[in-house]
């Protein structure tokens, strides 16, 4: 009885796990990412310089840059999600923000229908990196930009503001996140 329990409980086990993981693939995204040239990598860590992007800006509003990709924009146009997200302070705000698609430039952009949502092209930048797993807690986020800090000092890199939380997986997707601590740095490498 007892080994017939236990083949029983195995058996489900295998079943969980591998159900997990077929929905977990499934669901995982396939966004277009970011693009980025690495200047110089470290033990742990990256120096890249970021081009720029048309971004979407909100004050720490999902719904609002949702919205705008799904349509309520001045063309009336959905679209498609990239990553990472960008969540950081902004003058003491919380922000976060979707950088939009490579096909996307300040002349095509569409407008914001909301007052919540800014349209902008960032500027460029270099930008120390520390890339880490698992989801993004607020624990997490305190670690590794203190790492990052770390690392500037034993570099002699001059950090320009405050570390921004590079999000690019979505919520679903459980194994094998990805997630990033980035600081502008001086370009004066």
Request: glycine share 6%; aromatic share 12%.
């Amino acid at each position: 009885m007892k080994n017939t329990l236990a083949i029983f409980v195995y058996t489900v086990l295998i079943y969980m796990i591998s159900f997990t993981l077929v929905i977990n693939d499934s669901m995982a995204q396939t966004n277009e990412s970011q693009k980025f040239t690495v200047i110089k990598e470290f033990d742990i860590g990256q120096i890249r310089y970021y081009p720029p992007v048309m971004k979407i800006q909100s004050n720490n509003n999902f719904g609002s840059l949702f919205n705008y990709i799904s349509g309520n924009n001045s063309d009336r146009k959905k679209i498609s999600m990239t990553s990472p997200v960008y969540m950081g302070d902004s003058d003491g705000n919380n922000i976060m923000e979707f950088v939009l698609p490579q096909s996307f430039n300040i002349n095509n952009a569409p407008s914001a229908l909301s007052n919540s949502v800014k349209v902008f092209e960032s500027e460029p930048g270099y930008f120390l990196t520390l890339e880490f797993g698992g989801y993004a807690s607020s624990r997490n986020v305190r670690y590794y930009s203190a790492e990052l800090t770390k690392i500037a000092l034993k570099h002699n890199l001059k950090t320009i503001g405050q570390p921004v939380l590079l999000v690019y997986d979505s919520p679903y997707k459980v194994i094998g996140r990805k997630n990033e601590m980035i600081i502008q740095i001086d370009g004066n490498l």
